[in-house]
């Protein structure tokens, strides 16, 4: 009997762990300095040990999932006498950051944070070598911010570590169980993707701004699909984040550098095509089933549309989702989980009061559903993410807490 309990927490340890935690603290792009694009991801289980994936906003992101009770879920044990939850997570959970490029929107909150976070762990700050040698010269230099670096402008507060990463090395992450490995793409400035994979050999692939081929006719992204076509093959690649800056009336004159659904679709379609090359009598219909692409970096629209962006980018999706892919929209401040298991996909349901105007009494919006694209915010909250009957993240915590317990018992019944 002793060692079908053994069994049995060895499999619960593995569904626990294999998956990485997502705490979105930023989902809109520039214009919105409230909600800059920023990610915080983990190996689930090890919440002490978080990076960040571009760090538009870093503190009013976590006080939101604060406010929301969804930050406490992924707290170590918090020394409440000297710090606040937030304190406490930005200063001894968080253990690098990953900055895409050195455009403001990707990086405001990381610079605002950075005297104030713990010099102890001296945190790498990781970029492209370009991005990096801008940072020492043009922000942390005493002028625009304190130097929080070790090198530069005297006095270094030796706080981060700087990190000037060479292209397609895979590089382990000091305080965590992750690696990183950079792959420069196409944006206005030199900008890099991040391939992050944990113990267990799964990954994300996470892109801050970025250009599709087709815009310059390169095989940039090509080559990158390339790379991580095995990984999807084999159910490694847990999600991609890619941006939407855009809804696809968007001239391609005017992108400066940034997505729409079309062309992620396009970059889709090209992932798909690599995938197949790899994997004997397969198709383009079935061998990006499984992905999940986390959408972001949407501009808010300064011009009134009288259509929430969000549900025309759901939309545009949703009527050329040849390949099958998973959109996800994150929400500022509600953490998801990206799993090989599946539902692959689990959005936190904690749930935050809401008003009757469709927002959360923190004043945000609330989710688009995928699925429904028609649901716009208006109708919300009756008709969110989280009641839509067809989306994947809708019931993903309790399907999956039946799954555990019905292996379980199948365990003990042997
Ligand atoms: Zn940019
Ligand atoms: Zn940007």
Not at 47 to 70: M, P
Request: glycine share 6%; charged share 15%.
């Amino acid at each position: 009997m002793q060692s079908y309990f053994a069994l049995v927490t060895f499999y619960l340890i593995l569904l626990a762990s294999t998956s990485f935690v997502v705490i979105p603290t930023g989902t809109d792009g520039g214009l919105n300095e409230g909600n800059l694009s920023g990610f915080f991801a983990a190996e689930n289980g090890s919440h002490d040990a978080f990076i960040g994936l571009d760090a538009g906003n870093v503190f009013t992101g976590l006080a939101l999932s604060d406010s929301k009770t969804f930050l406490s879920k992924y707290l170590s044990a918090v020394d409440h006498q000297n710090y606040t939850n937030v304190g406490w997570f930005f200063r001894n959970q968080i253990k690098a950051y990953f900055v895409s490029h050195s455009h403001l929107d990707h990086v405001a909150g990381l610079v605002i944070n950075s005297a104030d976070d713990d010099k102890f762990w001296k945190k790498p700050v990781i970029s492209n070598p370009t991005t990096i040698s801008k940072f020492i010269s043009f922000i942390w230099n005493w002028d625009t911010w304190p130097n929080v670096g070790f090198t530069g402008t005297f006095p270094p507060l030796e706080i981060y570590n700087f990190t000037a990463l060479t292209d397609g090395v895979e590089v382990p992450i000091a305080n965590t169980s992750l690696t990183i490995e950079l792959h420069n793409i196409t944006h206005t400035v030199p900008t890099s993707a991040a391939l992050v994979k944990n113990r267990y050999d799964e990954y994300l692939l996470f892109f801050g701004d970025c250009e599709a081929d087709a815009i310059k006719n390169v095989t940039v992204m090509r080559k990158i699909w390339q790379r991580v076509a095995p990984l999807v093959r084999d159910k490694k690649l847990l999600g991609i984040f890619l941006e939407a800056s855009f809804e696809n009336s968007r001239p391609d004159s005017l992108l400066f550098g940034h997505l729409t659904p079309r062309y992620i679709i396009q970059e889709m379609y090209h992932l798909g095509e690599e995938v197949v090359t790899i994997t004997p009598g397969s198709n383009l219909s079935s061998v990006l089933k499984d992905l999940t692409v986390v959408v972001t970096h949407i501009k808010p629209l300064v011009r009134n549309a009288f259509t929430d962006i969000r549900v025309t980018l759901a939309s545009q999706f949703a009527a050329n989702n040849t390949v099958g892919v998973k959109y996800y929209f994150p929400e500022q401040g509600r953490p998801f989980i990206l799993t090989s298991a599946s539902p692959f996909l689990i959005e936190d349901q904690a749930t935050a009061p809401t008003t009757t105007s469709g927002q959360t009494s923190a004043g945000n919006t609330c989710p688009v559903c995928v699925t429904c694209p028609t649901q716009s915010a208006t109708t919300c909250p009756t008709q969110s993410a989280t009641t839509c009957p067809a989306t994947t993240s809708s019931n993903g915590g309790s399907i999956a807490s039946v799954i555990i317990l019905g292996i379980t018992f199948l365990l003990l019944l042997i």
